[in-house]
T-cell receptor, first 113, second 111 residues
Framework: DVKVTQSSRYLVKRTGEKVFLECVQDMDHENMFWYRQDPGLGLRLIYFSYDVKMKEKGDIPEGYSVSREKKERFSLILESASTSQTSMYLC????????????FGPGTRLTVT | GENVEQHPSTLSVQEGDSAVIKCTYSDSASNYFPWYKQELGKRPQLIIDIRSNVGEKKDQRIAVTLNKTAKHFSLHITETQPEDSAVYFCAASFAGNQFYFGTGTSLTVIP
C-alpha cells in the first residue's frame, strides 16, 4: 500500500516566517507534487518534481520554492509566509509513465497570522 | 496550458437517484482523465480513470465517459447512497506528469 505522509496536519505561523512543509513517500515514485487546495478553486499545482534535484513550476509558484534531495522526500518552502498563503497543502506522488494514479498525503492546514 | 472546467459546483440528489458530473478540457494532447473523491477531512482518492483510447469505463455503480472530439468527460454514479456524499474532482493529464484539476463538485445524497 502506497503511503504518502506529511510532516504536520496543522501548522500556525506568523507573517514573514520561513515555513517548511515536508512530504515523504515510500513507494519509490519518481513524480512528486505540491498542491494547495482552497474552497471553490480546487487543487492548484504549485511545483512538481520528476526526479531528484529536478523541479518544474506549476500554476502558482510565486512565493514558494521546493527541494528534492532524495527520491522519497519533497519539501515545500515558503520563504516569507504571508496571510494569502493560508491554505490546505496537499502532497502527492505517482509513478512516471503514461498516466498513473496520484497518491495524496493527508494534507497540512497552514494558517499564517 | 491545460484548462479543466467542472460543473456543477454543488449537486444534491435523493438516495437511489443518479448523479452526473461533467468536465471539459482544452488541450487535445491530454490523454489521461482520473476522477478523485474527497470525503470531509480526508485526502483525495482515485475512484476511476479513463485513457484517451477508451470511450467508456465502468466499475460497479460508477462509470466515466470520454468524448475526445468534444473534449469532455463525465462521471456517472448510479443508485446513489449517503456514503457517496463527498467532493469529486476531475483532472486531465498528458503522460501523467502534470495534472490539471477541476474546481470540484460537492455531492450531497439525501437519505
Amino acid at each position: 500500500d502506497v503511503k504518502v505522509t506529511q510532516s504536520s496536519r496543522y501548522l500556525v505561523k506568523r507573517t514573514g516566517e520561513k515555513v517548511f512543509l515536508e512530504c515523504v513517500q515510500d513507494m519509490d515514485h519518481e513524480n512528486m507534487f505540491w498542491y494547495r487546495q482552497d474552497p471553490g478553486l480546487g487543487l492548484r499545482l504549485i511545483y512538481f518534481s520528476y526526479d531528484v534535484k529536478m523541479k518544474e513550476k506549476g500554476d502558482i509558484p510565486e512565493g514558494y520554492s521546493v527541494s528534492r534531495e532524495k527520491k522519497e522526500r519533497f519539501s515545500l518552502i515558503l520563504e516569507s509566509a504571508s496571510t494569502s498563503q493560508t491554505s490546505m497543502y496537499l502532497c502527492a506522488s505517482s509513478l512516471v509513465s503514461d498516466g498513473r494514479e496520484q497518491y495524496f498525503g493527508p494534507g497540512t492546514r497552514l494558517t499564517v497570522t | 496550458g491545460e484548462n479543466v472546467e467542472q460543473h456543477p459546483s454543488t449537486l444534491s440528489v435523493q438516495e437511489g437517484d443518479s448523479a452526473v458530473i461533467k468536465c471539459t478540457y482544452s488541450d487535445s494532447a491530454s490523454n489521461y482523465f482520473p476522477w478523485y473523491k474527497q470525503e470531509l477531512g480526508k485526502r483525495p482518492q482515485l475512484i476511476i480513470d479513463i485513457r484517451s483510447n477508451v470511450g467508456e469505463k465502468k466499475d460497479q455503480r460508477i462509470a466515466v465517459t470520454l468524448n475526445k472530439t468534444a473534449k469532455h468527460f463525465s462521471l456517472h454514479i448510479t443508485e446513489t447512497q449517503p456514503e457517496d456524499s463527498a467532493v469529486y474532482f476531475c483532472a486531465a493529464s498528458f503522460a501523467g506528469n502534470q495534472f490539471y484539476f477541476g474546481t470540484g463538485t460537492s455531492l450531497t445524497v439525501i437519505p
